[in-house]
């Protein structure tokens, strides 16, 4: 288990950026999302298949499982799959899960790689996450983004617990 992918990241749900703030990230990539989570078949192992891109520079397809281990850190399996594949693996979808539709905007502050996500469902509230080497590390925040708390390990902001509710709430 020592030698499997990990994903080591905070989370922070922050006020919604404007139109134009977002066109003002810093040398920002915008990209669409569609997320989709599947039936379990292992238990506290998440499975998901991702569809993103945009319709000018195309689509790629990912399939992902998730394995929580400690506060902020997961064993993350991913690998791009073809477009017959995830047709193939969204008759597996959770019934209880609705798609996560979101815009992702990735872009770095002070040496710090970012990814900002605007849900379909939220008017008012988004989330920030930073992946990092270790949770304890110092994360610098952009001073232009409003954050409102961190929710690193809030299981009520990950996205497996959006597609239930379809909702962020300051709670």
Do not use: H, W
Request: proline residues 5%.
């Amino acid at each position: 288990m020592k030698d499997l992918p990990r994903e080591i990241e905070r989370k922070y749900l922050i006020i919604r950026p404007t139109d134009d703030e977002l066109r003002s990230l810093p040398q920002a990539n915008r990209s669409e999302i569609v997320q989709v989570y599947l039936t379990y078949t292992t238990e506290n192992t998440s499975r998901r298949v991702r569809k993103r891109g945009t319709s000018k520079s195309g689509y790629r397809y990912y399939y992902t499982e998730k394995t929580p281990v400690s506060f902020g850190e997961k064993i993350e399996i991913e690998r791009e799959i073809s477009e017959n594949e995830y047709d193939t693996l969204l008759k597996e979808a959770d019934p209880e899960r609705k798609p996560i539709i979101k815009e992702r905007y990735c872009f770095n502050y002070k040496n710090q790689f970012f990814e900002l996500d605007i849900y379909e469902f939220s008017k008012d509230l988004a989330t920030l996450e930073i992946e990092l080497d270790d949770i304890d590390a110092p994360v610098e925040l952009p001073d232009f983004i409003g954050i409102i708390k961190d929710v690193t390990n809030d299981n009520r902001y990950s996205n497996a617990s959006l597609a239930r509710t379809q909702k962020l709430n300051i709670i």
